[in-house]
């Protein structure tokens, strides 16, 4: 278990206090190739729906509301495989802000995908420490009535702050390592 940020303004983010980083490819936060070498360690992330391609540069689908949809998780993940690459992860909150986002929808439209993917999901608990992943796993269960798949929560982002967002990643480190 470590923690990592994501920013708007990744100049923000202290690398002294983050080794790792998500970072975004696209969008209007898209973040520049100098900002993310300032961190040894990164995942990054797109944003655009209707738009699996950005998997051969995004780890991450961002599905939240005016990003990606949990309809364009699916062919994101199948981008992935088919680029070569042994995982995909999907950002979202616990519960969405609309029927095509949260872990409900994602869930629903991956539930028959043999494909390899994990979720990343947003949770402020409001404690000055990071969940448990089965702290996580009971709120999902909890709030939206979904028991999350084995092996498909990867990390949780529980704080939130003008400047930057702090997750927790629950696995062994898989991030990309800068400069490759």
Not at 31 to 51: D, E
Not at 59 to 77: G, H, K, Q, V
Not at 101 to 112: D, N
Not at 138 to 167: H, M, Y
Request: contains cysteine.
């Amino acid at each position: 278990m470590f923690a990592f940020a994501d920013s708007v303004t990744p100049q923000l983010i202290n690398p002294a206090e983050f080794s790792h980083v998500a970072a975004y490819v696209n969008g209007r936060f898209a973040w520049s190739p100098g900002q993310v070498r300032r961190f040894p360690r990164h995942i990054m992330i797109g944003v655009l729906p209707n738009a699996p391609v950005q998997a051969q540069v995004a780890r991450c689908l961002d599905m939240e509301r005016f990003d990606a949809t949990a309809s364009d998780f699916e062919p994101f993940c199948q981008e992935r495989f088919d680029a070569g690459h042994e995982d995909a992860l999907g950002y979202t909150s616990i519960l969405g802000g609309s029927p095509l986002e949260g872990v409900a929808a994602i869930v629903a439209a991956m539930h028959e995908s043999p494909l390899p993917w994990a979720l990343w999901v947003a949770w402020w608990w409001g404690r000055p420490f990071p969940p448990s992943a089965a702290e996580v796993l009971a709120e999902i269960k909890a709030l939206t009535g979904v028991v999350l798949p084995v092996g498909r929560l990867a990390a949780c982002q529980w704080r939130n702050a003008p400047a930057l967002d702090t997750s927790v990643w629950y696995g062994r480190d898989t991030f990309t390592v800068a400069g490759q």
